[in-house]
């Protein structure tokens, strides 16, 4: 039977100190990588326009070598003084899931938590605020109005997208949960717990420090029947 989980990958604003984020490399034919991939474009509200793929969409996978490679429109010949970067992006980017590219800035979301990359469940507040009824019609908008944030990834026999989202956004989406979290627990006669109080100040923190964040909701088979 599946399970169901959701994950959030938080890219802060240390990433560049990490070796995260970096400058676009010059010789990445751009408009052509834009071309390719204009089903995963996103417009943000302050009109920066951004490639949210996954690593597969500009790597693939030596088998023989055992370790990904380049996959993606470049500029040629690419210069020779540049090979050496090109193989540190590389290496860069064995270890990412996805990858946002801006018109002047690359950054890499690993698929494991590192300087610069957090990951954790999505906090459980956010699901049971959605128990509030005009918070629950807040969110059905704010998912609609979005839902060119959001890309299938997987089988499509089962749920597995993931999206983007500026830190602001999920900051804000944060907050608006809390009240009716707050709310739902005092229909059930309880109060914010000690555990709750301490969670909702760690998740404040990340986010308050982030540039991108991912939602990552996917099914996996559990064993169960």
Same mark, same amino acid.
Request: proline residues 5%.
């Given at each position: 039977? /599946?399970?169901?989980?959701?994950?959030?990958?938080?890219? %802060?604003? *240390?990433?560049? @100190?990490?070796?995260?984020?970096?400058?676009?490399?010059?010789?990445? #034919?751009?408009?052509?990588?834009?071309?390719?991939?204009? #089903?995963?474009? +996103?417009?943000?509200?302050?009109?920066?326009?951004? $490639?949210?793929?996954?690593?597969?969409?500009?790597?693939?996978?030596?088998?023989?070598?055992?370790?990904? =490679?380049? *996959?993606?429109?470049?500029?040629? /010949?690419?210069?020779?003084?540049? !090979?050496?970067?090109?193989?540190?992006? $590389? !290496?860069?980017?064995?270890?990412?899931?996805?990858?946002? +590219?801006?018109? #002047?800035?690359?950054?890499?979301?690993?698929?494991?938590?590192?300087?610069?990359? =957090?990951?954790?469940?999505?906090?459980?507040?956010?699901?049971?605020?959605?128990?509030?009824?005009?918070?629950?019609?807040?969110?059905? &908008?704010?998912?609609?109005?979005? &839902?060119?944030?959001?890309?299938?990834?997987?089988? +499509?026999?089962?749920?597995?997208?993931?999206?983007?989202? %500026?830190?602001?956004?999920?900051?804000?989406?944060?907050?608006?949960?809390?009240? /009716?979290?707050?709310?739902? @627990?005092?229909? $059930?006669?309880?109060?914010?717990?000690?555990?709750?109080? @301490? =969670?909702?100040?760690?998740?404040? !923190?990340?986010?308050?420090?982030?540039?991108?964040?991912?939602?990552? *909701?996917?099914?996996? =088979?559990?064993?169960?029947?």
């Amino acid at each position: 039977m /599946p399970a169901r989980s959701s994950r959030l990958y938080v890219v %802060t604003q *240390d990433a560049e @100190k990490a070796g995260l984020a970096f400058e676009r490399p010059p010789w990445w #034919d751009l408009d052509r990588l834009f071309e390719r991939h204009a #089903d995963r474009r +996103i417009v943000f509200p302050d009109g920066r326009e951004v $490639l949210f793929l996954s690593w597969t969409h500009m790597l693939a996978f030596n088998l023989r070598e055992g370790r990904k =490679e380049w *996959d993606l429109p470049e500029r040629t /010949p690419v210069p020779e003084e540049a !090979r050496s970067r090109r193989e540190e992006m $590389l !290496r860069i980017l064995q270890d990412a899931g996805w990858v946002v +590219i801006e018109r #002047d800035r690359v950054w890499a979301v690993p698929e494991s938590a590192c300087q610069g990359c =957090e990951i954790f469940p999505e906090p459980h507040w956010w699901h049971f605020a959605r128990y509030d009824q005009a918070f629950s019609a807040w969110y059905r &908008e704010f998912r609609a109005s979005h &839902e060119d944030r959001f890309f299938e990834e997987g089988d +499509i026999s089962y749920v597995d997208y993931a999206a983007l989202f %500026t830190g602001r956004e999920m900051l804000d989406l944060d907050e608006r949960t809390r009240e /009716p979290y707050r709310a739902w @627990k005092r229909s $059930l006669g309880e109060r914010l717990t000690a555990y709750d109080r @301490k =969670e909702m100040a760690r998740v404040a !923190r990340v986010l308050q420090k982030a540039v991108w964040v991912i939602i990552y *909701d996917y099914e996996w =088979e559990s064993g169960l029947a």
